[in-house]
Every structure is written in C-alpha cells, then in structure tokens.
C-alpha cells in the first residue's frame, strides 16, 4: 500500500515550457487535491477533484490545469510555466464519506523551479 | 481574511517537556473540522490529529492531543515529552462543512505553521 505518490521529485523548468505532474493513490479515496507550499506560507489549494470526472477551482488556480484520469490519478499541467511557480507541490486524497473524518493523506512533494 | 491564525512563528522546548503550539480559527459554519499535520525537514506532510466541531471531547493520539476551545474558537496542539524528533514544522488546518452536508466544501485552509525545535 504505496499511499500517495507524486512523480517527479524534482523538476527545473524553463520560463514557457511546460509540464504535468503525476500522482496516484491506492487507497480508493474519492476525492484528490493539488496544493503548492511556498517559503514560510501554508499549503494553498490549486485544485481539487471530489470525485472521478470531477475538477473544481480552489485559492490559486491561475496558470493550472488538471486532468482526473479515474478514481486513482490526478494530474496538474503547468502550460506555460513562471518562475512565479516555483514552489512545491504536494497532492493528496481523502476518502469523504459520511462517516470518516475526511482526512487528506498528502504525497511526498515535487520540488519545481522555474527559471 | 485569515481563517487560520497561527501566532507563533518558532517555538523552542526541551526534550521531555511538553508543548502547546497555538492555533485559532475562524468560521461561521457550525460544522467544521480541525486538523494538524506535521511537516519534517524531509518535506513530507503528516497527519498527527482531528477535531469535528461536535465532538464532545478533546482528541488524543498518542503522544498528542488538542486542547478545543470552541467559545475562543482555538485549537491548540499540545505535544507531551517531547522528543528530538518532533522537530518540525506543524500546522493548523480547517475543513468547512463537508461535501455530503448541503452547501459544504471539503477543502482545507492551512495556517501558516510554526517552526517546533526541540532542544537536547
């Protein structure tokens, strides 16, 4: 049972490419997010999917797509990338049933810097 | 306007003693959860506690629990006998009502976290 994982770990792009990051979840939650962390700020949700075929806006979407593929992956697409996107970013899942507490269980971050 | 206050940038305690790290919240929903989620220097985000709104007490996990003051809308994390490797970054976080309750949204506002050093 992997959790969540996130591909890659570490990306240096150039100002105008562009690139999508990868994460699955084994855990048959519902519901997966896409959050950016930047130098001594909290997590800011970007997107999130409460389920499969699903995609909704969250606090800093500009500049950002995402694809939910099905019930285990959730992809976020830099079309053109600004070094105002460097930060890390961290998906996560959660179940969101009626009866849990609805906890996001995060994956281990991709490191991006833009150039 | 900030719905997750944590006031304290950096916090320092010695190993074995315990240690509240302040978190208050605002909110007009009556159903909300809290959570705290630690982030070591490897980067990862793990979670350590819940609270629900209607939770009659206080949570407890371990080594951790959440002192709930709903009237002050605080939700403080207090880690007993600390250890050197709670080192970390912790942060508060909240959920509004979710989903499957009408109106509710499940996404969750992040503090922006206090830095735990835990001296030998």
């Known amino acids: 049972n992997a959790g969540v994982t996130q591909t890659p770990k570490f990306q240096v792009l150039k100002t105008g490419q562009s690139m999508t990051l990868q994460c699955a979840q084994d855990?048959?939650?519902?519901?997966m997010y896409w959050y950016r962390q930047d130098p001594g700020m909290g997590l800011r949700l970007i997107y999130y999917s409460a389920s499969e075929g699903t995609t909704d806006k969250g606090e800093v979407p500009n500049g950002y797509n995402v694809s939910r593929l099905n019930k285990r992956e959730f992809s976020l697409r830099l079309e053109s990338a600004a070094p105002s996107q460097t930060s890390v970013y961290f998906c996560?899942?959660?179940?969101?049933?009626?009866?849990?507490?609805?906890?996001?269980?995060f994956g281990p971050g991709t490191r991006l810097t833009v150039l | 306007a900030q719905k997750i206050t944590q006031t304290q940038p950096g916090m320092f305690v010695q190993e074995k003693e315990a240690v509240t790290l302040d978190c208050t919240y605002d909110?007009?929903?009556?159903?909300?959860?809290l959570f705290w989620y630690k982030q070591p220097s490897s980067g990862e985000m793990i979670f350590l506690i819940y609270?629900?709104?209607?939770?009659?007490q206080n949570a407890t996990e371990g080594r951790y629990s959440l002192n709930f003051q709903k009237a002050r809308k605080s939700a403080n994390l207090v880690i007993s006998a600390s250890q050197l490797g709670d080192s970390a970054m912790y942060f508060c976080?909240?959920?509004?009502?979710?989903?499957?309750?009408?109106?509710?949204?499940?996404?969750?506002?992040f503090g922006k976290g206090t830095k735990l050093t835990v001296n030998p």
């Open positions: 996560a899942s959660s179940k969101v049933d009626t009866v849990s507490t609805d906890t996001q269980y």
């Open positions: 609270q629900g709104s209607y939770d009659q």
């Open positions: 909110t007009s929903d009556p159903s909300y959860g």
């Open positions: 855990m048959n939650h519902n519901s």
């Open positions: 976080a909240m959920r509004e009502s979710p989903l499957h309750i009408r109106g509710g949204s499940e996404k969750l506002v």
